[in-house]
């Protein structure tokens, strides 16, 4: 299930609901860190990052 919900993310704004479905989610052993990886990799594969002065997801582009 966490995958779909990290396959789901296409925009900066869908992070949030990812990761607050991950968090969410009751998890077996290491499925949290395994989803969270998942998540990250998509990330950097859109070009997603954390602008740390903003609080909040953005392109990458514009984190600077």
Known sequence: E???????VNTPEDVNAALAYIRDTE???TSE???????KK???DLGIVYNKEA??????DKAD
Request: hydrophobic content about 55%; charged content about 35%; glycine content about 0%.
């Open 42 to 44: 998509r990330m950097a």
């Open 2 to 8: 966490a995958t779909k919900a990290v396959e789901a």
């Open 27 to 29: 998890h077996a052993l």
């Open 33 to 39: 860190k395994e989803a969270k990886a998942m998540l």
């Open 55 to 60: 609080k909040e997801y953005v392109w990458k």
